[in-house]
């Protein structure tokens, strides 16, 4: 399977787009909504809380990992691969991509603190930011309005436009989406952005990346047939299955994981985790 996992329901953004393109192969989906948001959490949990969740996957058939969160990616990314076996995919803001496309030479970047103050983050202005100002901006709050469900609703607009339109009387033409929850607010986002301003959500990205490297490792699915869609979720189970089955635009079935120690002692127990497939 495709071990997929983020803090919440934000890698789904990703996880679409693994299903638009990867149609063939088996998907594992693990959401830490028991521990959500990551932005608030120190690197040192993120990381604690990323190796539980990969060994959790691995121990469930997971042949590739990816990270499909950015925080994530950002705090423990490197960690995972260095203990791991697997290939592992993380994520990073489509900073390349907003430098090469910008015409006012002004780029903003959303995403969460932890992101920002990452070497990862800091290793993509250096190379591919020359020359192109970039506005960046954490964000508090977004995510869970995503969390829970609001993605068309007044305090939602009301914290884009706080977050976006300073950046937008700046003069930017491109925006990069650096959180895996913010692509189900784009239609939000464009109405604060305006039609001038090119909005990029990385997943599409992250998804040709995941097939490259299951080639690249001999690991495609060898059949082709109906794909098992597999989901668990560290949280409210039955709230977990309502906002990505919305999300989704699917049913949605998922097997509950008992909660992760937040201290890093603490391990995942199996407790009743086969998930239920849909």
């Not at 299951?214 to 039955?238: I, N, V």
Request: aromatic residues 6%.
């Amino acid at each position: 399977m495709i071990g997929v996992f983020d803090s919440g329901v934000g890698g789904l953004s990703v996880l679409r787009e693994i299903w638009a393109q990867l149609p063939d192969e088996d998907t594992l989906y693990f959401a830490d909504t028991a521990h959500c948001p990551y932005g608030s959490r120190s690197a040192d949990e993120i990381r604690a809380l990323s190796v539980r969740i990969a060994d959790f996957l691995i121990r469930r058939g997971a042949k590739v990992i990816v990270v499909a969160c950015n925080t994530a990616s950002a705090a423990a990314l490197h960690h995972l691969r260095e203990r791991f076996a697997v290939p592992i995919v993380g994520m990073e803001p489509a900073v390349k991509p907003a430098a090469e496309r910008t015409r006012a030479g002004k780029v903003g970047v959303i995403a969460t603190e932890v992101t920002f103050q990452g070497e990862l983050f800091a290793r993509l202005l250096q190379r591919y930011a020359n020359g192109v100002d970039v506005l960046t901006r954490a964000c508090p709050g977004l995510v869970q309005q995503v969390e829970a469900g609001k993605l068309d609703d007044p305090e939602t607009d009301r914290l884009l436009r706080l977050y976006l339109q300073p950046m937008v009387d700046a003069g930017i033409d491109s925006l990069v989406l650096g959180c895996t929850h913010y692509p189900f607010l784009r239609d939000a986002i464009a109405r604060v952005v305006g039609p001038n301003v090119d909005i990029l959500d990385p997943a599409p990205a992250v998804a040709r990346q995941t097939a490259r490297v299951l080639e690249q490792h001999g690991l495609r699915a060898q059949t082709h047939g109906p794909a098992r869609r597999l989901f668990y979720t560290s949280g409210d189970l039955r709230a977990f299955e309502a906002i990505a089955g919305r999300l989704l635009g699917v049913p949605v079935r998922a097997a509950f994981a008992a909660e992760i120690a937040e201290n890093a002692e603490g391990t995942i127990s199996d407790g009743d985790a086969e998930a239920r497939g849909d």
